[in-house]
């Protein structure tokens, strides 16, 4: 029953998001040229928010942190500071193709990434006991302890946005105004590359993680266990820490930074299918897509001349989800 009313609710999604903000244009042609754009549109809603939904439970149970999300991490910033660098200092190389955005968004992604899990790993190494012959007390991972990595990935994204504002003072004027756009997040599409490109690394990211879900679910009970079971963990986390930051590099490469989504789907998710990963995976790549949706045709359902950029929306809203979550959390965090 609750997949069936979820069925619904995606298809009213992707409908509103085809026919607004004019009905009669998309209906009198909706293979015309701007009804072919409304498509590439819708598509590129929906892979990117199932992207970043797959995404944001991998990362949840990478960290066994259920505020790990790319946009917390770093991850995100990372992305954009790879995408940043390939527009302004490597203009020789930038011909305005999504390939060569996405691989420059990969690899800010992978370097941000490598370096938080380096850190988690240092972090969570077990202590040394100043008395000797006194029992070394072992690193521990959730609740409190854990959340030190959310606040390694926020300098992590206050030095990129840092390194982001610099490229932006020795930018063209053009290359300002494209990065400029770029940063606020919106799923507008003139080529059909972008969202094929985009579908076609969602399905596969999210079959990825599917097939891995037995062994995601050992590995959210814990390293030691997952390992006492036989789970390959040093290898299952670098696979997954290089699909999460493929996903996020990609969507943000097309898409531009689109903050939260990837937060809110999984907890939205989570709360109506439970945590199984099989189940958790497609609910919260159903939900993030829904949002990704809705906040598209929300920004173009204010006004015929003024379009507010999704990525906006989903950051106001994506705010206030994370302050109800610290507050419900806030006897963990004292």
Avoid at 159 to 184: E, K
Avoid at 205 to 215: C, M
Avoid at 298 to 323: D, F, H, K, M, Q
Wanted: proline share 4%; net charge positive.
């Amino acid at each position: 029953m609750k997949w069936f009313l979820g069925s619904i609710v995606v298809v009213v999604a992707v409908l509103a998001s085809l026919l607004m903000p004019s009905i009669a244009v998309f209906v009198d042609d909706p293979f015309g040229p701007i009804g072919m754009l409304r498509i590439q549109r819708t598509t590129n809603c929906f892979a990117a928010g199932s992207l970043l939904g797959a995404c944001g439970v991998g990362s949840q149970i990478l960290f066994q942190n259920d505020l790990a999300d790319p946009t917390l991490t770093g991850v995100s910033s990372g992305s954009v500071l790879g995408a940043a660098v390939y527009v302004v200092l490597l203009p020789a190389l930038e011909v305005n193709n999504s390939f060569g955005l996405a691989l420059a968004s990969f690899v800010g992604a992978l370097v941000v990434f490598a370096f938080v899990l380096s850190v988690d790993f240092l972090l969570n190494r077990p202590r040394k006991s100043v008395v000797r012959g006194a029992p070394r007390r072992a690193g521990r991972r959730g609740n409190g302890n854990s959340y030190r990595i959310i606040l390694v990935g926020l300098c992590i994204s206050g030095l990129c946005t840092a390194l982001i504002a610099l490229l932006f003072l020795v930018a063209r004027r053009d290359q300002l105004q494209r990065m400029t756009f770029w940063t606020f997040g919106s799923f507008e599409s003139l080529t059909v590359f972008e969202p094929l490109l985009l579908s076609v690394v969602s399905i596969t990211l999210i079959v990825f993680f599917v097939s891995k879900s037995t062994r995601l679910d050992l590995l959210a009970l814990g390293e030691l266990k997952a390992k006492t079971l036989g789970v390959p963990v040093t290898m299952l986390r670098g696979q997954i820490a290089l699909a999460i930051a493929l996903g996020v590099a990609c969507c943000t490469a097309i898409c531009g930074p689109i903050a939260f989504v990837s937060l809110i789907g999984p907890h939205v998710g989570g709360a109506i299918v439970g945590f199984s990963s099989r189940r958790w995976l497609l609910a919260s790549a159903l939900v993030s897509a829904v949002l990704c949706l809705s906040a598209d045709s929300a920004g173009r359902a204010v006004s015929n001349s003024v379009e507010i950029p999704a990525g906006t929306l989903t950051t106001i809203v994506g705010a206030i989800v994370l302050l109800s979550i610290l507050v419900g959390k806030r006897e963990e965090l004292v």
